[in-house]
């Protein structure tokens, strides 16, 4: 099947800092991107879902000023952490789907902000 | 809104016992019931789906249907494998086939 990588696997920042996570679709092209939360012992929400070459949909609740999406082509979407505090410590997943395929979901990036 | 209750886990079972995890759902309109498979390490993989009501998927001896008049859409295997052992999350999907609202996941572990 298709596959979808994630860039780091895991990472360790200091808070106040950002941190940066790529996806990206390896075999095929993306067009539209969902990015995911999840905390431990918790269910996968919905953070964001973008379209290539448009501006991301936050859920309700989402800072979309503190979490930057970029789905600059069809291959690669990236969440940026922006001042990241120990609350934004999560496994973040993100997906990818082709238009009329199903979507594929990535190894997760597991986050700690000390 | 929508939301999906699975049955909690661990749920532990000897090779080649029945299993069934439980999965309801709350949704407006018809939406599409996904469950999704997560091997340790790795992503979530689809493992079966259903687009709308009495329709079972099936996938590697994993079973579902789509009971609307019952709002569930519970796992099935009739004889588990040591292979099996992962966590299964049940999905609530739009319309056009993507999964939105995830359940809380249920660790399965089979053993020997």
């Known amino acids: 099947g298709a596959v979808v990588s994630q860039h780091p696997s895991r990472v360790i920042c200091k808070s106040g800092t950002s941190v940066k996570i790529e996806c990206r679709s390896l075999?095929?092209?993306?067009?539209?991107m969902f990015w995911y939360r999840q905390f431990p012992k918790q269910s996968l929400m919905l953070m964001a879902t973008?379209?290539?070459?448009?501006?991301?949909?936050?859920e309700q609740g989402v800072e979309k000023d503190k979490f930057l999406i970029n789905h600059a082509s069809l291959t690669l979407s990236t969440l940026t952490v922006t001042s990241a505090h120990p609350e934004d410590s999560s496994f973040y997943i993100c997906?990818?789907?082709?238009?009329?395929?199903?979507?594929?979901f990535g190894p997760g990036t597991r986050l700690t902000v000390t | 809104g929508n939301s999906v209750t699975q049955m909690e886990g661990p749920v532990t079972l000897s090779e080649e016992a029945f299993l069934t995890i439980n999965c309801t759902y709350t949704?407006?309109?018809?939406?599409?019931l996904f469950w999704y498979v997560q091997y340790p390490g790795e992503g979530l993989q689809l493992l079966l789906k259903?687009?709308?009501?009495?329709d079972k998927g099936s996938n590697k001896g994993f079973e579902a249907t789509y009971r609307k008049e019952t709002t569930s859409f519970h796992l099935e295997k009739g004889s588990v494998q040591v292979s099996d052992s992962a966590v299964y999350f049940c999905?609530?999907?739009?319309?056009?086939?993507?999964?939105?609202?995830f359940g809380k996941g249920t660790s399965l572990l089979v053993t020997p």
């Open positions: 997906s990818a789907k082709a238009p009329q395929a199903e979507q594929y």
């Open positions: 075999d095929f092209q993306a067009t539209t």
């Open positions: 973008s379209n290539e070459g448009s501006k991301a949909t936050y």
């Open positions: 949704a407006t309109g018809y939406p599409s």
């Open positions: 259903a687009t709308k009501a009495d």
């Open positions: 999905a609530l999907g739009s319309n056009s086939g993507y999964a939105l609202n």
